[in-house]
Each structure stands twice: as C-alpha cells, then as structure tokens.
C-alpha cells in the first residue's frame, strides 16, 4: 500500500505564494509521472501540473509562468510553487502518483487526500 501526504495549503491574498509538498511512502518500486490536480464547486477535477520521474513538466495553460512542478525523487516528494496566486485559483488540490509497487506489478494511480488553497481578493 503507498500513502501521499500533502502539506503547504491554506488562505492566502491575491497575487501571494504557497509552496505545497507532497511525500509518498510505503511499498514503492519507481513512481513514474507525480502531478497535481485541483477541483473547485462546479467543475471538473483538473490537471494543475505534472511531472515525470525524467523531469519533463507539463502546465494547464491557466498556470504557466506562475507555478512551478517539481520533484525529489530519492524523498519520492513532489512539490508545487505558486505564484502570483489568484481568486480563481481557489480549490482544493490532490496530489497524484503512478506507482509501481514491485518490479514486476502495474503502475497504479495514488491520491493524496486534498489540501484547500483559498484565494482572497
């Protein structure tokens, strides 16, 4: 079984900076792509932003410049900066790993359990 615990949400005022970590544990052969999605009242859960165990990054256009993916892969931490932070970016946001458990299993999709980011105007 593998755990992702998120830290690093909360309120912050318009055009400010969170950093929120992600840590994964328990039985871990690779993980493969790490990313984080957000999901707000009335919409669909979304890609944020990912990240691959080679570090190639991909952003949903609504962030790019402002957010930065990254990735400790020998702490199995994937890290999200934000800036410039805006009232739309207001959501809960999930970490998410693909794991491989053994050598020999699947890649298995893992969440963590949600951390709120508010965004006051």
């Known amino acids: 079984q593998v755990q992702l615990v998120e830290s690093g949400g909360g309120l912050v005022q318009a055009g400010g900076s969170l950093r929120l970590s992600c840590a994964a544990s328990?039985?871990?052969?690779?993980?493969?792509?790490m990313g984080w999605f957000r999901h707000s009242p009335g919409n669909q859960r979304e890609l944020v932003a990912a990240?691959?165990?080679?570090?190639?990054?991909n952003y949903a256009d609504s962030v790019k410049v402002r957010f930065t993916i990254s990735r400790d892969n020998a702490k199995n931490t994937v890290y999200l900066q934000m800036n410039s932070l805006k009232p739309e970016d207001t959501a809960v946001y999930y970490c998410n790993a693909d794991v491989q458990e053994t050598w020999n299993s699947r890649t298995y999709p893992y969440w963590g359990q949600g951390t709120q980011i508010t965004v006051s105007s």
């Open positions: 990240i691959t165990s080679g570090g190639s990054t």
């Open positions: 328990g039985r871990i052969f690779r993980i493969n792509t």
